[in-house]
């Protein structure tokens, strides 16, 4: 039976991918900062673990929990909308701590294991923000562009101990707690000269033309994990995969 570990599980996308890899048979330790066994009732062959991906100890204790592991998916994260020029720094590295430098030292964590089996998967979820330029998400789509040519070059440097590195970008998905998980950090980012601008993007935001779903990038992950082909992306949900598409080759 095969193990993947799974980060940010508390909700949405996190969520939806330990569910989905656990109902294809797979064993999974679902992780999250704040263990809740509540959210997987009735599943033998999962575990969850306390894991604070911006915290060294907090990612070596639980790779040692976890045991073997042959998929990693860094799906953690955390969001940020507002005017760049009203961004605190000490804002930005946070989200970069999380979304950039957690991925990184997860899959730092990993793959020691990996090479030396010769064989493991890493996921690495970014976002749609990469695909196409979006206003008030500068840092935020930094953070995440980062994590698409740190990917784009790890799989090549893996290649080699046939260990395989995929993406996933997930589309808008109104269903998760994006906004609501961001809330205080996002506080007073979007001061009166930006206000029309905002306006306009929630404006958007609420009457969109397509999203993404849970299920969506859940499907994806599951597809990026099992796939020994070349392809290095998978965009998830339709909005994301309309973006990819309209990309410039």
């Given at each position: 039976m095969k193990t993947a570990l799974i980060t940010g599980c508390s909700s949405g996308y996190g969520l939806a991918t330990a569910r989905h890899f656990h109902a294809q048979g797979w064993?999974?330790?679902a992780t999250m900062r704040t263990p809740r066994d509540d959210l997987f009732p009735d599943a033998p062959n999962l575990r969850v673990l306390p894991l604070d991906v911006t915290q060294p100890d907090s990612i070596a204790a639980a790779i040692e929990n976890a045991g073997p592991i042959d998929v990693l998916v860094?799906?953690?994260g955390v969001g940020l909308f507002g005017a760049f020029e009203a961004t605190p720094m000490a804002t930005v590295r946070e989200v970069f701590e999380t979304n950039t430098f957690g991925?990184?030292?997860?899959?730092?964590?990993?793959l020691p294991q990996f090479r030396a089996r010769r064989s493991g998967v890493l996921v690495n979820v970014t976002s749609s923000v990469t695909l196409a330029p979006m206003p008030l998400v500068a840092a935020y789509t930094a953070s995440k562009t980062a994590i698409e040519g740190f990917t784009a070059s790890l799989a090549f440097e893996l290649a080699?101990?046939?260990?395989?590195?995929?993406?996933?970008e997930p589309g808008y998905g109104p269903g998760t707690r994006f906004t609501e998980?961001?809330?205080?950090r996002?506080?007073?980012?979007?001061?009166?000269?930006?206000a029309p601008l905002a306006q306009g993007v929630f404006a958007?935001?609420?009457n969109p033309t397509a999203v993404t779903t849970a299920a969506d990038v859940a499907e994806a992950v599951?597809?990026?994990?099992?796939d020994t082909g070349a392809t290095l992306r998978y965009p998830a949900g339709a909005d994301a995969v309309a973006l990819a598409a309209a990309r410039p080759a």
């Amino acid at each position: 039976m095969k193990t993947a570990l799974i980060t940010g599980c508390s909700s949405g996308y996190g969520l939806a991918t330990a569910r989905h890899f656990h109902a294809q048979g797979w064993r999974v330790v679902a992780t999250m900062r704040t263990p809740r066994d509540d959210l997987f009732p009735d599943a033998p062959n999962l575990r969850v673990l306390p894991l604070d991906v911006t915290q060294p100890d907090s990612i070596a204790a639980a790779i040692e929990n976890a045991g073997p592991i042959d998929v990693l998916v860094n799906n953690a994260g955390v969001g940020l909308f507002g005017a760049f020029e009203a961004t605190p720094m000490a804002t930005v590295r946070e989200v970069f701590e999380t979304n950039t430098f957690g991925m990184m030292a997860m899959a730092q964590a990993v793959l020691p294991q990996f090479r030396a089996r010769r064989s493991g998967v890493l996921v690495n979820v970014t976002s749609s923000v990469t695909l196409a330029p979006m206003p008030l998400v500068a840092a935020y789509t930094a953070s995440k562009t980062a994590i698409e040519g740190f990917t784009a070059s790890l799989a090549f440097e893996l290649a080699a101990f046939n260990v395989r590195v995929k993406l996933v970008e997930p589309g808008y998905g109104p269903g998760t707690r994006f906004t609501e998980n961001g809330a205080q950090r996002m506080q007073g980012l979007i001061p009166p000269d930006y206000a029309p601008l905002a306006q306009g993007v929630f404006a958007a935001l609420g009457n969109p033309t397509a999203v993404t779903t849970a299920a969506d990038v859940a499907e994806a992950v599951w597809r990026a994990a099992n796939d020994t082909g070349a392809t290095l992306r998978y965009p998830a949900g339709a909005d994301a995969v309309a973006l990819a598409a309209a990309r410039p080759a």
